[in-house]
Each structure stands twice: as structure tokens, then as C-alpha cells.
T-cell receptor, first 111, second 112 residues
């Protein structure tokens, strides 16, 4: 059964820092991996989708990489801002079209 | 933009009531999902549907049922609400195949 973990569980950084969030999964037979952002009490907002054949995807200050063989993905956030404060979740999609989510990393960017 | 809309942001129901949570998407997506999210447990899949009238159990289907009579609408039903079903419920949709998932804004259900 696929299991997804995220490290660290929480992170607090000063504004302007570059940071890396980590996601690991146990079964490398995935179709894709998606990174989401969740603000308190809200739904999930899709940030980046990486297909299994891809190595990375970029959107603005965000860059996500995927190493399927080692079961790892990283989300890189450049020049962090207080508005980036949220919980970041990764999810992998396996056969059967289900998503399996990690527990999330709670990010605080201090002004 | 894809829009997934959940009928209520907040609901308070009594134990034993039958509860309906509604989700509508406007992008003709084949797949629709219901998750619940609890502190320390993360998001867990309750049910998903890959077509009208088709459904599959997720990881925690007990105490829930679903209905998908139209492609755009996926309903989650709590047959007899219990306090342990107090949670945040999230609906999602995606196209068939290996595509991006989109989520609704969530429904915070409290069962008293």
C-alpha cells in the first residue's frame, strides 16, 4: 500500500529565504505527483503537477522535482513571502486513479 | 478555470440525522472524489466515482454512501450521522487518466 511522508512537519523562516519541502513515497509505480497548498479552514489549491515521465515543473517562484526511482519529490520556493504561509501537501496518483496524500508541511514565513 | 463547488461551508447536524453533502463541478470531469480531513490523520479517501452511476469504495467508506446520477454532481450521504463523523469534507474532480485534480472549498461538518 502506498504511503506518503513529508518532511519537515512544520517550518518557520524569515521572509526572503529560499526553502525546500520534501515528499517521499514508498511505491514508485506512480502516474503523477501533485503539490497543493491549503490555507487554514479552506480547500486545496493545486500548485504543480508532475507526470511520472517528467523530472520537474516550474510555476513562478515554485519549482517541483520528481525522482521516481528513489520515491522522492521536492518543492522549492524561492524568495519566500508572508503570503506563502500555508500547509503544503503532496499527493501521488497510483493505478486506480486514487490519490494518496502526505500529512503536509505547515509553513510560516515571518515578515 | 475549473470550479468545484461544495454546497455548504459549515454544517451542524444532530446525531442520527441523515446528512447530504453536495459537490458540483463545471468542467465535464469524469472522476469525482470525496475525502475527509482530520488533524493528525491527513486526507483519507471515502469514495470515488469514475462515471455516472459508478462508484468505488475508498479507504474509509463505513457509515457513508454516495450518489452520482449526473456527471457534474457527486453527493456524499451520511446515513445516520455520528459524532465521529465531525470533520472537514473535501470534494475533488479530475478528467479521466493522469490529470490534475481540483478541489472544492471544503465543508466543515459538526455532529452534535
Amino acid at each position: 500500500k502506498q504511503e506518503v511522508t513529508q518532511i519537515p512537519a512544520a517550518l518557520s523562516v524569515p521572509e526572503g529565504e529560499n526553502l525546500v519541502l520534501n515528499c517521499s513515497f514508498t511505491d514508485s509505480a506512480i502516474y503523477n505527483l501533485q503539490w497543493f497548498r491549503q490555507d487554514p479552514g479552506k480547500g486545496l489549491t493545486s500548485l504543480l503537477l508532475i507526470q511520472s515521465s517528467q523530472r520537474e515543473q516550474t510555476s513562478g517562484r515554485l519549482n517541483a522535482s520528481l525522482d521516481k526511482s528513489s520515491g522522492r519529490s521536492t518543492l522549492y520556493i524561492a524568495a519566500s513571502q508572508p503570503g506563502d504561509s500555508a500547509t503544503y501537501l503532496c499527493a501521488v496518483r497510483n493505478y486506480g486513479q486514487n490519490f494518496v496524500f502526505g500529512p503536509g508541511t505547515r509553513l510560516s514565513v515571518l515578515p | 478555470d475549473v470550479k468545484v463547488t461544495q454546497s455548504s461551508r459549515y454544517l451542524v447536524k444532530r446525531t442520527g440525522e441523515k446528512v447530504f453533502l453536495e459537490c458540483v463541478q463545471d468542467m465535464d470531469h469524469e472522476n469525482m472524489f470525496w475525502y475527509r480531513q482530520d488533524p493528525g490523520l491527513g486526507l483519507r479517501l471515502i469514495y470515488f466515482s469514475y462515471d455516472v452511476k459508478m462508484k468505488e469504495k475508498g479507504d474509509i467508506p463505513e457509515g457513508y454512501s454516495v450518489s452520482r446520477e449526473k456527471k457534474e454532481r457527486f453527493s456524499l450521504i451520511l446515513e445516520s450521522a455520528s459524532t465521529n463523523q465531525t470533520s472537514m469534507y473535501l470534494c475533488a474532480s479530475s478528467l479521466q487518466g493522469i490529470t490534475e485534480a481540483f478541489f472544492g472549498q471544503g465543508t466543515r461538518l459538526t455532529v452534535v
